[in-house]
T-cell receptor, first 116, second 114 residues
Framework: EAAVTQSPRNKVTVTGGNVTLSCRQTNSHNYMYWYRQDTGHGLRLIHYSYGAGNLQIGDVPDGYKATRTTQEDFFLLLELASPSQTSLYFC???????????????FGSGTRLTVL | GDSVTQTEGQVALSEEDFLTIHCNYSASGYPTLFWYVQYPGEGPQLLFRASRDKEKGSSRGFEATYDKGTTSFHLRKASVQESDSAVYYCALSDRAGNTGKLIFGLGTTLQVQP
């Protein structure tokens, strides 16, 4: 089973602060994703990537940047954090190229971000 | 665009009750359909998936049948346990956009009382 590790587990920052959320997957999946989870909104896609150096815009990208430095590592950047970005963030990876596990997302345990 | 609708936001049951969570979708072609489960403090994890009309997915006593005619993928379990308390998400693959991403419903919180 794919392993997806997120850090930190919890983060508190102030309005205007600079935050980086990290994600590493160890199954050599090509696709990686950042979602946010909020009550009443479910899981919403922020950014995703097809591979190292690639970045695609998701459904709620405003206020977020992302960077995929390697096959394994995907970062989410909040350069001027706002209280509206207080949320639970999940990283996920998938193979998406074919086979039995294609299109199945494997999620990390999440990062809870609070912006004061 | 493609979408997923889960009718129930919250479901409260007692142990051994029958569970149904309704999921309807709107998409072109044949998306793959998924049920994910999220336990407290964890990320969502795959419960099962189905890729073709009339295909049944199942795991841990839960099951759902892909129905293209009614565009549905309802989750059912004959006898729930307290340990089934979790959030359940229905999702579909974005085949039309060929992005590899999943489109999720809003989720259903299941609370099972002993």
């Amino acid at each position: 089973e794919a392993a997806v590790t997120q850090s930190p587990r919890n983060k508190v920052t102030v309005t205007g602060g600079n935050v980086t959320l990290s994600c590493r997957q160890t199954n050599s999946h090509n696709y990686m994703y950042w979602y946010r989870q909020d009550t009443g909104h479910g899981l919403r896609l922020i950014h995703y990537s097809y591979g190292a150096g690639n970045l695609q815009i998701g459904d709620v990208p405003d206020g977020y940047k992302a960077t995929r430095t390697t096959q394994e590592d995907f970062f989410l950047l909040l350069e001027l954090a706002s209280p509206s970005q207080t949320s639970l963030y999940f990283c996920a990876s998938s193979d998406a190229l074919g086979g039995v596990s294609a299109e199945t997302l494997y999620f990390g345990s999440g990062t809870r971000l609070t912006v004061l | 665009g493609d979408s997923v609708t889960q009718t129930e936001g919250q479901v409260a049951l007692s142990e051994e009750d029958f569970l149904t969570i309704h999921c309807n979708y709107s998409a072109s072609g044949y998306p793959t359909l998924f049920w994910y489960v999220q336990y407290p403090g964890e990320g969502p994890q795959l419960l099962f998936r189905a890729s073709r009309d009339k295909e049944k997915g199942s795991s841990r006593g839960f099951e759902a049948t892909y129905d293209k005619g009614t565009t549905s993928f309802h989750l059912r379990k004959a006898s729930v346990q307290e340990s089934d308390s979790a959030v359940y998400y229905c999702a579909l693959s974005d085949r039309a956009g060929n992005t590899g991403k999943l489109i999720f419903g809003l989720g259903t919180t299941l609370q099972v009382q002993p």
